[in-house]
């Protein structure tokens, strides 16, 4: 293990619980390493746990570092809807927050603490000019896959190698990458994007410029030609994956979470009645709400299909009049389906009850189902979604995609077609033996002369060369 005493770090992400995830994984590697950690967020993180009654207290395990959580205000009051006025959001954060940070930041210091990195996610573009101030070194935690960095990147340095980006079934080929179209690609790079994000796109690789190291949470075995083509324009280090140790057959060395939804626990017992490989596993993440016609398209084919299932249907979308007259009550009756709001997804994956996931492909949930072993099919919205999709489908080879029909959404017929695919199609013990070697390569990575161990050794003990000149 690389020597890290008295090493401290300030870690800064947006209260969204797909990217403090990450954050908060890479934290505990961290602190298991001997570093002291500082996670910083919005303070809503503080009032969505205190009302799922979930502790913002963290506790070491026989870990040599420590973990602490720190809040500061977005400017906006805790009742306001970040989901979805993203705009006002990012607006108010961008206005307050740089100054709510520093002031947090003068305080930390003024009770003797030295930082020795400032680690931020990537959605923040402010963060490295507070750290600038400070005199603290910048590092960024890219939360998405090696290839969303380099198509966001070329995007804006190198536009010329993009068609336009008008026509969905325009390609696309860049150094390192598969064969995409533009419907592909991360939505927040097309036309129709709201124009923050577009901003944000921009914004985020000119500030690249400010940042000494760039973390990324995956894999260079899984994207190893994404991560060998910006060697020469933007170096990257893989150090993923960030995963719950669960998924890793490891203990936790720190106890603690900033979970902003409670999970739903009752779920893993009706899970452990079932058979090996016979579950549907669903669920769209924590920000996508399911449109009227999805949620029926999918109950009607899990009655078609007939199979156990597990769905979280989020409280926010759980309106009973979306599912198909009578669903709600069979399945509770007959007990061979569970609805639930929020579950233990890394607990989930590792049952060995469960047969593939329905996923929207968020880079957390594929990360997960590939340390699993889980095939997918994928139901990508927005975002870096289609993109990963791309790459569990075309690249992985893990899973099938299901297609949309236009404002009519993916059709019922179309979800039973891909669920009945990936569990007993042609393919499907094909697409579980792949599944099962990547997964063995992600946790690979990890284990002592991995690639991702060696690349987090090797940020510790660079920011372990003191001092750092104005970081007083």
Sequence with gaps: MVSCEGVEVIMVSLALQGHINPMLKLAKVLVSKGVHVTLATNDVARKRMLDSKISTHFTSNNSPGQLKLEFFSDGLSHEFDRDKDTGTFLASLKENGPRNLSNLITDLKAKGKHFSCLITSPFITWVPGVATEHGIPTSVLWIQSSTVFSLYYHCIKSANLFPSLEDPHGIVQLPGMPEFTVGDLPTFMLPFSPPHFRLWVAEFVSVLDKVKWVLVNSVHELEEEAVNSLASVKPINPIGP?????????????????????AQDSCMEWLNKQAPSSVIYISFGSIIVSPENQIHSIA?????????????????????????SGFLEEIKKEKWGLVVSWCPQDKVLMNQAVACFVTHCGWNSTLETVVAGVPIVASPEWTDQPTNSKLLVDVFKIGVRMRSCGEEGVRAEEVERCITEVIDGAGAVEMKKRAMELKEAAKKA???????????????????????????
């Design 300 to 324: 009607t084919a899990l009655k078609n299909i007939r199979r156990p299932f597990l769905w979280v249907v989020k409280a926010s979308e759980a309106r009973k009049d979306e599912f198909p």
């Design 446 to 472: 990890l284990e002592d002369g991995g690639s991702s161990n060696q690349n987090i050794d090797k940020f510790i003990t660079e920011i372990s060369a003191k001092p750092f000149n104005n970081n007083l």
């Design 242 to 262: 960030l995963v719950s140790p669960i998924l890793l057959g490891k203990e936790e060395t720190v106890e603690g979470s900033v979970d902003m939804w409670r």
